[in-house]
């Protein structure tokens, strides 16, 4: 009899044990599920975000650049005024980095002359677009179309700091087109 009762006693203590074992392997999966879960949905915001908000410059430039200056940069004679074989130009002069940045920020308003052909438009500013992604599409500007073999030796790509720099002046479309005059001084 005693030995039944310690026998029963051992069974029980082994079940309790195998119970014991089962519960924390269910809880530890669980808690590795939640944990997978977690990471699948930070991926996925990043992602997200990554989309609505930055793009690359080339996808950038087709979607707030191409519709004036065209899908090749050659713009519309007389209208828009071309990027390709004209932004190196830009970039080269003294305050060159500077205007190009400007432009994008407070926008351009005032009669332009472009070899030879005149445009007298307006641009508007496009300030809503974060530093790197301005700093992104005019570097794009300047390589795309063959630009890049005309640039000065010593460029290098404008930085989002450099951006963030020109940002909080009091400028609007027809100081930009002085600081151009001031460009085109020294010609
Ligand atoms: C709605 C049409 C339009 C859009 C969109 C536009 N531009 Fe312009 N852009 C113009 C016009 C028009 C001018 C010339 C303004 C003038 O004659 O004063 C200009 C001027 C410029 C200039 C100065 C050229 C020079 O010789 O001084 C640059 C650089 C430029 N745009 C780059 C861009 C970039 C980069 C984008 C995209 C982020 C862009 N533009 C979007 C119409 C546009």
Not at 107 to 117: Q, R, T, W
Request: charged letters at 25%.
């Amino acid at each position: 009899m005693k030995l039944r009762m310690r026998r029963e006693a051992w069974l029980v203590l082994g079940m309790l044990l195998v119970v014991v074992v089962l519960a924390g392997a269910i809880v530890y999966s669980m808690y590795l599920f939640q944990q997978r879960q977690q990471a699948a949905q930070a991926e996925t915001a990043t992602t997200t975000a990554e989309s609505t908000d930055a793009m690359p410059g080339e996808q950038r430039y087709a979607r707030s650049c191409a519709a004036c200056h065209g899908v090749d940069g050659t713009g519309r004679r007389g209208s828009f005024p071309p990027l390709a074989g004209h932004m190196p130009d830009l970039v080269a002069r003294d305050g060159g980095r500077e205007y190009i940045i400007d432009v994008l920020l407070y926008g351009l308003s005032g009669p332009i002359e472009i070899d030879g052909v005149a445009y007298r438009g307006f641009m508007a500013p496009v300030s809503r677009l974060d530093d790197r992604e301005i700093a992104d599409v005019l570097n794009h500007s300047l390589h795309a179309w063959g630009n890049d073999e005309q640039l000065p030796a010593d460029f290098e790509s404008i930085r989002a700091d450099e951006v963030a720099q020109r940002r909080g002046r009091q400028m609007g479309p027809a100081d930009v087109h002085e600081a151009r005059a001031a460009l085109f001084d020294e010609d």
